[in-house]
C-alpha cells in the first residue's frame, strides 16, 4: 500500500474554518502573560516605571561598583590627576548619553516587534524579510553572546558587592571570594521556587540603591564642585590624546558603564517604551551622573580611594543619611564641585587625544557604564516604551551620573581613593548597610540575567534555533515567569567558575567587555538594515546616523578585544559555542522536515487508500503531531500499515510559530474538514507563548469533533538519526544534531500532552 501511496497527484481544497475563540477560552499564555501598555497614564505609568527599573536598569544601575575604578587599573598606568580624573568622567558621561539616551532609548527601542524588543526580536524582523544570510547569522550570533553576558554579569556583579567587605576591614578579605560563590549558588538555587514572591520588591530595592549612589556622589561633588567640568566632552577628546594607546584601551572599562543598555530594548515587550524612559531620564541617568562624578572628586582629593571609590565615596560621620547612591555622590561632589566640569564632551575628548594609546584602552574600561543597555530593548516588550523611557530620564541617568561624579570628587580630593571609590563615598560606620544594600541590587542585576537568558531560550526553541527543553512555570498568575532546569544549571557552573578562575571584579572587567561590545556592535547592524527596509529612510540617513553609532561601538570593541589573552576569549568561546549549536539545530531541523515533507503522501491520494482499503474503524479519537501541514505525515501511515485500523475520528495536528510575539485570539486556529472522519486543525502561536496541545484538543471538541479525554490518543514519531544519508550538513555536524534530539525534552512535557494517552512510533532515518 505505500507504494501506491506515495505516488504523486495534485492535491484537492477541502473547506476551511477559521475559530474565533470564545471571549472565555483565550490560552493560558496569552491571558496571564503581561503585555506592554502602549500608553500608560498617572499611577499607571509610575507603577510601570517602579517596576521596570526592578528589571531593566539592574545591570546598568550597579556598574558605579566597579567602572570608574576599572578605569585606573594598573595595566593603563593612569594616576588620578585633574585632567585624567576629568577625562575619564567625560568618556562615562558622554557614553552614558550618546550609547544609552540617544542609541537605545531614542533610536532602537523603536524598532519593536509587536512591542517585543530584544536582539531575538531583531532577528525575527530580518526573518520576515526573507533576509536569511549575513544579516541572520549575525544577529543569531549576538544572541548566543547574551549567554555569556549571562554567565558573567552575575559573576562581576555579586563578586563586586563582596568586595566592600575588604573596605570595612582587611580582615574580610579571605571571606570575598567563598561569601560571593555562597550568594550565587543560592541565587541559582532558589530559582525554581520563582521570582513571583520577591518579584514586587525588585523595583523599591533598585529605587533605594539609585538613591544610596546618588547620596554617595552628591556628598562628594558639594566637597569639590570642579569636578563638573568633565561634563564637557574636550576633556575627554583631550584624554584620548595626550594618552595615545592607554587611553584608548581605557575604553574597555569606560564600557562597563553601559553594560545593562540592551537590557532596555530587551524587556521593551514587558513595559513599553514610556516607563523605561521615563526612568532613565528621571532617576536612572542622573544618579548614575552623580555618582561617577562623586568618585571622581573623591580620588582627585584622595588619590589612595582609587582602589575602590565607590565604598569609600560616603563621609565619615553618621548625620549624612544614606538613602541613594545618588545622594553619597552629590554630597562628594558639593565638596568638590569643579568636578562638574567634566559634563563637557571637550574633557573626554581632550583625554582621548593627551593620553594617546592609554586613553584608547581605557575605553575599555569606559564601556562598563553602559553595560546592561540591551536590557533596556530586550524588556521593552514586558513594559513599553514610556515607562523605560521614564525610568532612565527621571532616576536612573540622574543617579548614575551623580554617582560617577561624586567618585571622581573623591579621587582628585583623595588620589589613593581610586583603588575603589565606590565603597570610600560611604562613611565607615555606614559601609555595611551599603555593602548589604549593594550586595541586593547585585542579585536584582543577576536575576533580570538570569530570568532574560531563560526567555531567550523560549524563544529560540519556538523559532527552531534550540532543541526543546524542560520549561516549568513559576507563577500560576504571570505565565511570562519561567524556569529551564538546563539553562540554569549550565550558568550557575558557568559563574562559580568565572569567580573561582579570575578572583576578582578588575579582572573579571577584561570578559565582561567583549560581550557587551559584540552584541551592541551587531545591534547597530541589524538597526541599520531594518531602518532601511521596514522605515525606508535614505541610504543617507540610515547609514550617517548608524555610522555614528558604529563608529563608538567600534571604538569600545577595538578597545576590548585587545584583552582577549586576560579573560576576553571567555565570551567569545561561550558565543561561539552557542551559536554552532543553535545553528547546527536550525539547519538540522530544517533538513529533517525537508525529509519528512517528501515522506509524506499527498491527502487526497491517502484518503482514496483509505476509502479503498476500508480498514476497521475503532472508538475514539486520534491525534497525529506533524510539522507537514499538507500532507499525510508519516507516522499516521506506519500506523496504518501496522496497526491496520483507523480512529473514528482522527486530528492532524500542526503546531505553527509564527515570527512575532504573540498571535491575535481570533487567529490562533484553523480547522479543515476532510473526508473519512479526518480533520487537519493548524495552530499558530507567537515566539513568546507556549503550545498547549491539549487546550488546542478542547478548542476542537467545542466546535463538534469527537475528542473526549478519555477516548482521545496522541501519536507521535520517534526517530533515531543516522548521519549516513544524503543531507548536504558534514557528518559530524550530523552527530551533534543527533545528540542534541536525542536529549531534547520530551515532547508530551513541552506540548503538555497527557502521557499515559500517548503511542510513540519509531523509525530509523538516514539524512
Not at 526543546?468 to 550557575?492: C, D, F, K
Request: include cysteine; aromatic fraction near 10%; glycine fraction near 8%.
Amino acid at each position: 500500500m505505500l507504494g501506491v501511496l506515495f505516488q504523486p497527484t495534485v492535491a484537492v481544497k477541502y473547506p476551511v474554518i477559521s475559530v474565533r475563540l470564545p471571549a472565555d477560552r483565550t490560552t493560558a499564555r496569552s491571558r496571564h502573560r503581561p503585555a506592554a501598555e502602549t500608553n500608560p497614564r498617572g499611577w499607571r505609568l509610575a507603577t510601570l516605571s517602579l517596576t521596570a527599573l526592578g528589571v531593566v536598569y539592574g545591570d546598568i544601575g550597579t556598574s558605579p561598583l566597579y567602572a570608574f575604578r576599572a578605569c585606573f587599573n594598573t595595566e593603563y598606568g593612569l594616576s588620578p590627576t585633574i585632567p585624567t580624573v576629568y577625562g575619564v568622567l567625560s568618556l562615562i558621561v558622554w557614553s552614558l548619553i550618546l550609547v544609552v539616551s540617544v542609541k537605545y532609548i531614542a533610536f532602537v527601542m523603536r524598532l519593536d516587534n509587536r512591542g517585543e524588543g530584544g536582539i531575538v526580536a531583531l532577528l525575527a524582523l530580518l526573518r520576515q524579510r526573507r533576509r536569511r544570510g549575513l544579516l541572520t547569522a549575525l544577529g543569531l550570533f549576538g544572541a548566543a553572546l547574551l549567554y555569556g553576558d549571562g554567565i558573567i554579569t552575575p559573576a562581576i556583579s555579586v563578586l563586586s558587592a563582596a568586595e566592600g567587605l575588604e573596605i570595612a576591614t582587611p580582615a574580610f578579605k579571605p571571606y570575598v571570594l567563598p561569601s560571593t560563590l555562597l550568594i550565587l549558588f543560592l541565587l541559582f538555587f532558589f530559582q525554581k521556587y520563582g521570582t513571583a514572591r520577591v518579584g514586587g520588591v525588585f523595583g523599591p530595592i533598585m529605587l533605594a540603591w539609585f538613591g544610596t549612589i546618588t547620596t554617595l556622589g552628591v556628598l562628594e561633588i558639594v566637597r569639590g564642585p570642579a569636578i563638573l567640568r568633565a561634563l564637557s566632552p574636550w576633556y575627554g577628546v583631550r584624554f584620548l590624546l595626550d594618552h595615545g594607546t592607554a587611553g584608548f584601551l581605557v575604553l574597555g572599562a569606560v564600557v562597563l558603564v553601559v553594560t545593562g543598555a540592551e537590557a532596555l530594548y530587551a524587556d521593551m515587550g514587558h513595559f513599553g517604551r514610556t516607563p523605561i524612559r521615563l526612568a532613565w531620564f528621571t532617576l536612572v541617568l542622573p544618579a548614575l551622573l552623580l555618582n561617577y562624578f562623586g568618585q571622581g572628586a573623591l580620588v582627585l582629593r584622595v588619590p589612595d580611594a582609587v582602589q575602590n571609590p565607590f565604598y569609600l565615596l560616603a563621609p565619615r560621620s553618621l548625620l549624612y543619611p544614606i538613602v541613594t547612591i545618588a545622594t553619597l555622590g552629590v554630597l562628594e561632589i558639593v565638596r568638590g564641585p569643579a568636578i562638574l566640569r567634566a559634563l563637557s564632551p571637550w574633557y573626554g575628548l581632550w583625554f582621548l587625544l593627551d593620553h594617546g594609546t592609554a586613553g584608547f584602552l581605557v575605553l575599555g574600561a569606559v564601556v562598563l557604564v553602559v553595560t546592561g543597555a540591551e536590557a533596556l530593548y530586550a524588556d521593552m516588550g514586558h513594559f513599553g516604551r514610556t515607562p523605560i523611557r521614564l525610568a532612565w530620564f527621571t532616576l536612573v541617568l540622574p543617579a548614575l551620573l551623580l554617582n560617577y561624579f561624586g567618585q571622581g570628587a573623591l579621587v582628585l580630593r583623595v588620589p589613593d581613593a581610586v583603588q575603589n571609590p565606590f565603597y570610600l563615598l560611604a562613611p565607615r560606620s555606614l559601609l555595611y548597610p551599603i555593602v548589604a544594600i549593594a550586595t541586593l541590587a547585585t542579585v536584582v542585576a543577576s536575576q533580570a540575567l538570569i530570568s532574560g537568558a531563560f526567555s531567550l531560550t523560549q524563544q529560540c526553541v519556538q523559532l527552531h534555533y534550540s532543541p526543546r527543553v524542560s520549561i516549568i512555570h513559576t507563577s500560576r498568575s504571570a505565565m511570562g515567569q519561567i524556569y529551564i532546569p538546563e539553562v540554569n544549571t549550565a550558568l550557575m557552573i558557568g559563574c562559580l567558575l568565572l569567580v573561582l578562575g579570575f578572583e576578582s571584579s578588575d579582572a573579571l572587567g577584561a570578559a565582561y567587555g567583549v560581550a557587551v561590545t559584540g552584541t551592541m556592535t551587531i545591534t547597530t547592524v541589524l538597526f541599520y538594515a531594518i531602518a532601511r527596509q521596514r522605515w525606508h529612510w535614505s541610504a543617507l540617513w540610515a547609514s550617517a546616523l548608524a555610522g555614528a553609532f558604529l563608529a563608538i561601538d567600534l571604538a569600545f570593541f577595538g578597545a576590548n578585544i585587545v584583552k582577549l589573552a586576560r579573560g576576553g576569549w571567555v565570551p567569545l568561546a561561550i558565543g561561539g559555542g552557542v551559536f554552532l549549536l543553535m545553528s547546527t539545530w536550525n539547519r538540522g531541523t530544517e533538513l529533517f522536515r525537508g525529509y519528512l515533507s517528501q515522506a509524506a503522501v499527498p491527502m487526497d491520494r491517502f484518503l482514496e487508500e483509505v476509502e479503498r482499503a476500508k480498514p476497521p474503524r475503532v472508538r475514539g479519537t486520534a491525534v497525529f503531531l506533524t510539522p507537514n501541514v499538507d500532507g499525510a505525515p508519516l507516522v499516521l501511515q506506519r500506523h496504518l500499515r501496522y496497526n491496520k485500523a483507523l480512529h473514528e475520528e482522527i486530528i492532524l495536528l500542526s503546531i505553527i510559530t509564527e515570527e512575532v510575539p504573540e498571535v491575535e485570539h481570533d487567529k490562533r486556529v484553523t480547522i479543515e474538514a476532510l473526508p473519512q472522519g479526518f480533520h487537519r486543525a493548524r495552530a499558530y502561536y507567537g515566539f513568546m507563548e507556549r503550545s498547549d496541545v491539549q487546550e488546542i484538543v478542547a478548542i476542537c471538541r467545542d466546535l463538534g469533533i469527537k475528542a473526549e479525554p478519555e477516548e482521545t490518543t496522541y501519536y507521535l514519531g520517534s526517530a533515531q538519526l543516522l548521519s549516513t544519508g544524503p543531507a548536504p550538513m558534514m557528518r559530524w555536524r550530523k552527530r551533534l544534531f543527533s545528540f542534541m534530539a536525542r536529549n531534547a525534552s520530551a515532547a508530551t512535557d513541552f506540548f503538555n500532552i497527557p502521557p499515559n494517552r500517548v503511542v510513540e512510533l519509531g523509525a530509523r532515518i538516514e539524512f
